[in-house]
């Protein structure tokens, strides 16, 4: 994390962060404004009326006057102390859903990068201690919500100094008498000494707060393996349910406790951070201290001369710390601020995470056809692809999972793609589909590279049932149509197809019924094979051209994989489709089988000719896999 960043961008990242902040509900700052008017004032109130109550008591004693001061410090007091509840209720409430608009922020930003940079670790780690930053409070700075919190400290400093001021003017300008021994008080250089005094205190305090909040960014920066410990201890946590079988069975505690006591609870990593931090802030203590006994000092001692009455020395001593506290406040504040710029500046960097697939300008959707041939033959010979020379390396990898790829996918035609496990099949379908880029080569859509096309135009051509699925804890009928206003109809129909339909008679609230628990208690589990059949469902739903499935049904025995594909592309009628296996009888009726082995195409033909040679991968494959579908 950069931490010394220039002012000029650290007052670009501010202007950035409030336009951001002023897109979240409306009256935030209005409410904050006015509690800051409310509660500001109400020390000030007490401050004057109890000075005014004892110069009254030690001199006139005027009971009317007594009466009044009273009525009027009980009433004040009770009118600021309502309004201060009341405006600090109104801005909670305005603010209540601000940790939740961050978090959507970071995790719709996290939705939109390219899989490329989610699946980095870098950015995983960005992303999670950006969210521990937000939660860490005082000690770490919080990034953009930091900020209005700063707005409104800064604002009350400002109205505290200012009220403060005017309350001990005239502690300087109401001479003592000229025959008092302590007329020297008033000589310039007492003076001068006292302001001297009182700035130590309200300068040098704030810079060593500010010196010592940096101890945390420290702290924060050494041990960043606590914040990855703890991002993941509260992934297993949160998908405790499935990890609960193994956690018992290998006895895992033990070893989760002993890294959370390494990572989690070890105080000696932390500290050298406390001790430095608090030598900081005793010495900021003991020169506080120092100076308000100076000032209490002066102000007594000019009362004793006969400057001011009895009850003047509250409103003085009050005042000047109250200014003192107050300064102190507002450049601790400021200091804030500048401790909270590489928070910030890291979150803003975040949400700049730039989208490397977006910028294709070629539209789809003017696409021409032949007229002279079907309505699915017209769906699918808009789209010829085509692998020219591809080669293909995950971020991080020095192994090519890809290597020197060319071939086409048949369009309007079934291909199947065979091959051991790790042979590059997912690699190549997340390549067809677009999210990654090759490494090398290029992939055309049409005889135009993938690249010129508009990226969500290009995503939607595909229907792909992944192996590695997954279901929302939504409606039934928003996971299949991916929204909540959608075809009822065509739902239902596509579960029938996909063999979900007795299932959804039972369903409590048909297509409304919540898939497990998360957001209603009476959503429904479902097991894995239902959950294989909605999501197949899906995939018919979205009815794109190309329609892909990349090993869905992996947990299933070779046969019932088989007839599920071979029900499966009777429904896809004729659409360009591509099925994914490692059992290569699942896909026989296929027209064309491409075999992939260690990241390259080796064989590709009909079932018939690549079983004709002998020397094949192919034949290979399926000689040691016939036991298991003779």
């Given at each position: 994390m950069e931490h010394n960043i220039p002012i000029k961008k650290q007052l670009t990242n501010i202007r950035r962060a409030f336009r951001i902040l002023r897109g979240f509900p409306k009256p935030m700052f209005l409410s904050a404004v006015l509690a800051v008017v409310v509660n500001t004032p109400l020390p000030f109130v007490q401050i004057w009326f109890s000075a005014q109550l004892i110069n009254e008591l030690v001199g006139a004693r005027d009971v009317e006057r007594l009466t009044w001061l009273v009525a009027w410090l009980i009433g004040l007091n009770f009118l600021l102390h309502v309004l201060q509840s009341l405006t600090q209720r109104w801005r909670n409430y305005c603010t209540s859903q601000n940790h939740a608009i961050v978090y959507n922020m970071l995790s719709m930003k996290m939705m939109e990068v390219d899989l490329a940079d989610l699946e980095n670790p870098e950015l995983q780690l960005e992303y999670s201690t950006i969210r521990d930053h937000i939660n860490s409070g005082a000690m770490t700075g919080q990034g953009i919500l930091a900020l209005y919190e700063d707005f409104s400290a800064i604002l009350a400093g400002i109205i505290r100094v200012a009220l403060s001021v005017a309350f001990a003017f005239t502690l300087f300008t109401l001479p003592v008498p000229q025959d008092s021994a302590f007329v020297w008080l008033d000589a310039p250089l007492a003076v001068a000494g006292v302001f001297l005094i009182i700035g130590l205190n309200t300068f040098v305090t704030p810079y060593l707060r500010t010196k010592a909040g940096k101890t945390w960014i420290k702290a924060a920066e050494v041990n960043q393996a606590e914040t990855r410990f703890l991002d993941f201890y509260m992934w297993t946590m949160t998908l405790f349910s499935e990890r609960a079988k193994d956690i018992r069975i290998y006895d895992q505690k033990r070893m989760i406790n002993k890294t959370a006591d390494r990572n989690l609870l070890d105080v000696n990593k932390w500290r050298p951070f406390f001790l430095e931090n608090g030598k900081i802030m005793v010495s900021s203590s003991v020169i506080w201290a120092f100076a308000n006994g100076v000032v209490y000092l002066y102000v007594a001692m000019k009362a004793f001369a006969g400057a001011f009455g009895v009850?003047?020395?509250?409103?003085?001593?009050?005042?000047?710390?109250?200014?003192?506290?107050?300064?102190?406040?507002?450049?601790?504040?400021?200091?804030?601020?500048?401790?909270?710029?590489?928070?910030?500046?890291?979150?803003?960097?975040?949400?700049?995470?730039?989208?490397?697939?977006?910028?294709?300008?070629?539209?789809?959707?003017?696409?021409?056809?032949?007229?002279?041939?079907?309505?699915?033959?017209?769906?699918?010979?808009?789209?010829?692809?085509?692998?020219?020379?591809?080669?293909?390396?995950?971020?991080?990898?020095?192994?090519?999972?890809?290597?020197?790829?060319?071939?086409?996918?048949?369009?309007?035609?079934?291909?199947?793609?065979?091959?051991?496990?790790?042979?590059?099949?997912?690699?190549?379908?997340?390549?067809?589909?677009?999210?990654?880029?090759?490494?090398?080569?290029?992939?055309?859509?049409?005889?135009?590279?993938?690249?010129?096309?508009?990226?969500?135009?290009?995503?939607?051509?595909?229907?792909?049932?992944?192996?590695?699925?997954?279901?929302?804890?939504?409606?039934?009928?928003?996971?299949?149509?991916?929204?909540?206003?959608?075809?009822?109809?065509?739902?239902?129909?596509?579960?029938?197809?996909?063999?979900?339909?007795?299932?959804?008679?039972?369903?409590?609230?048909?297509?409304?019924?919540?898939?497990?628990?998360?957001?209603?208690?009476?959503?429904?589990?479902?097991?894995?094979?239902?959950?294989?059949?909605?999501?197949?469902?899906?995939?018919?739903?979205?009815?794109?051209?190309?329609?892909?499935?990349?090993?869905?049904?992996?947990?299933?025995?070779?046969?019932?994989?088989?007839?599920?594909?071979?029900?499966?592309?009777?429904?896809?009628?004729?659409?360009?489709?591509?099925?994914?296996?490692?059992?290569?009888?699942?896909?026989?009726?296929?027209?064309?089988?491409?075999?992939?082995?260690?990241?390259?195409?080796?064989?590709?033909?009909?079932?018939?000719?690549?079983?004709?040679?002998?020397?094949?991968?192919?034949?290979?494959l399926w000689t040691a896999q016939a036991q298991y579908y003779a």
């Open positions: 009850g003047n020395i509250v409103q003085y001593v009050g005042a000047i710390n109250q200014f003192s506290d107050g300064l102190r406040e507002l450049l601790s504040q400021i200091g804030r601020v500048y401790n909270n710029a590489p928070f910030l500046d890291r979150f803003l960097r975040f949400l700049d995470t730039p989208k490397k697939m977006d910028g294709g300008e070629i539209s789809l959707k003017n696409t021409k056809v032949s007229e002279n041939i079907s309505e699915n033959e017209k769906i699918s010979q808009k789209y010829e692809l085509e692998f020219h020379n591809v080669s293909f390396k995950y971020p991080g990898s020095e192994k090519f999972a890809i290597q020197n790829l060319n071939f086409k996918v048949p369009t309007g035609r079934r291909l199947a793609v065979v091959g051991m496990n790790g042979s590059g099949k997912t690699t190549m379908i997340k390549l067809l589909c677009r999210l990654y880029d090759p490494t090398e080569g290029k992939i055309t859509l049409n005889g135009v590279d993938i690249k010129s096309y508009d990226y969500q135009e290009y995503l939607e051509i595909f229907s792909v049932v992944f192996q590695d699925f997954a279901i929302m804890s939504f409606k039934l009928g928003e996971n299949i149509a991916n929204s909540d206003n959608y075809d009822r109809e065509k739902a239902e129909d596509v579960l029938k197809k996909a063999g979900f339909g007795d299932r959804l008679e039972k369903m409590p609230h048909g297509l409304d019924t919540y898939l497990y628990k998360w957001f209603e208690e009476d959503g429904v589990e479902i097991s894995g094979g239902e959950a294989q059949k909605i999501i197949l469902a899906r995939a018919l739903y979205k009815d794109s051209p190309i329609v892909i499935l990349d090993e869905p049904t992996a947990a299933l025995d070779p046969i019932a994989e088989h007839e599920l594909y071979t029900r499966f592309d009777e429904l896809i009628g004729g659409k360009t489709s591509v099925y994914i296996s490692h059992r290569l009888s699942s896909c026989r009726f296929c027209d064309d089988i491409a075999v992939f082995h260690e990241g390259r195409l080796i064989q590709q033909g009909r079932h018939e000719e690549l079983l004709a040679a002998e020397s094949g991968k192919y034949f290979e």
